[in-house]
């Protein structure tokens, strides 16, 4: 049976954001070794960025599954991948352990639908997570009934790329679930049209 990770990183050590928006294949730092006994090809991982002192949104900004077993860097498959000039000493134990992780999906910023704290803290489930209570550690393996609620929440925030741009209002008196509006006259015919937010225009027949 496979396990789920969180892998906390700190962007007061590294660039977090950056290291998982340039690369597909990361390496990641086991803290201990009986945590690196546990992890095993195929396990779910998710990468949660903390909030370092510049006070960046902490959360979940990637997922990913382990394919390369923990081992010491100097046994590395890819030590090209360890992108050390991302990190602030610029180098690395020979004897550090870390695990590969192929990353399957990001979601950097809000704006790209990262999990942030917030909305995990706020989850009856999930918010006595050590990483919520505590904050501190790289690897936290999780139980399988939270695994299953992240895996839920983090499915919620899916966004088809061909929709990203579309704004969702919820449920609107009248309309079937679904409805979309192509113009400004149409958000305005529902109800919608509120001149001083979200950016609408007064000039009503320019499309949406």
């Known amino acids: 049976m496979s396990n789920t990770w969180i892998f906390q ?6 660039d977090v954001s ?6 597909d294949y990361i390496y990641w730092y086991v803290r201990f ?10 396990d779910s991982v998710y ?13 979940i900004i990637a997922t990913g599954k382990i394919n390369e077993r923990c081992k010491p860097v100097s046994d590395l498959n890819h030590p090209e991948y360890l992108a050390l000039d991302y990190w602030e000493t610029g180098e690395v134990d020979p004897s550090e352990l ?11 910023s809000q704006e790209s639908n990262m999990l942030t704290r917030k909305t995990i803290a706020k989850n009856k489930i999930l918010k006595s997570l050590p990483i919520i209570t505590a904050g501190v550690g790289s690897n936290f393996i999780l ?12 499915s ?12 969702m209002f919820g449920e609107i008196d009248g309309y079937p679930e679904g409805s979309k509006f192509e113009t400004r006259m149409q958000i305005k015919g529902a109800g919608l049209h509120k ?8 000039v009503l027949n320019i499309g949406c």
Do not use: C
């Open 18 to 23: 950056r290291y998982i928006t340039d690369f």
């Open 195 to 202: 001149y001083h937010i979200n950016g609408i225009s007064r």
């Open 98 to 108: 870390k695990v590969g992780v192929s990353i399957v999906n990001k979601r950097i």
């Open 47 to 59: 990468i949660w960025r903390a909030s370092g002192v510049q006070s960046q949104t902490a959360g």
């Open 9 to 14: 990183g700190n962007p007061d050590r590294f």
């Open 143 to 154: 139980e399988a009934r939270q695994a299953e609620e992240l895996h839920s929440l983090w």
């Open 33 to 42: 070794q009986s945590h690196g006994d546990q992890m095993k090809i195929g």
């Open 156 to 167: 919620e925030g899916q966004v088809d790329e061909a929709d990203e741009s579309i704004q």
